[in-house]
């Protein structure tokens, strides 16, 4: 038996990106804004997201946005905030 898997889409400045309904379980996908939302949507791919998502993610924000939200965020799991800011540190 295979699961469903729900899939939203953010369209932004004709950036389409498919994500799992199962990154943004608390919210309704729809009312996601990428702009507005950026924190929510870095913090919670960086966590949880996989290599797609994260490629996405890199190419949409810009890399200074990355690095202060990762350094401010209080949300994110100590090891992803750790390897995120190494990773980010190098470039």
């Known amino acids: 038996m295979s699961a469903k898997v729900d899939i939203f889409y953010f369209v932004c400045y004709d950036v389409v990106m498919k994500f799992r309904q199962s990154l943004f379980w608390d919210v309704d996908p729809k009312k996601i804004n990428p702009q507005k939302n950026a924190q929510y949507i870095i913090e919670r791919v960086l966590d949880f997201g996989n290599d797609k998502e994260i490629k996405w993610l890199w190419g949409f ?4 946005l990355l690095k202060r939200t990762i350094s401010k965020s209080r949300s ?5 905030k750790n390897l ?3 990773v980010l540190k190098s470039k």
Not at 76 to 80: A, G, I, K, S, Y
Request: glycine share 0%; net charge negative.
């Open 61 to 64: 924000y810009d890399k200074n």
């Open 76 to 80: 994110l799991m100590p090891e992803t």
């Open 84 to 86: 995120w800011q190494l």
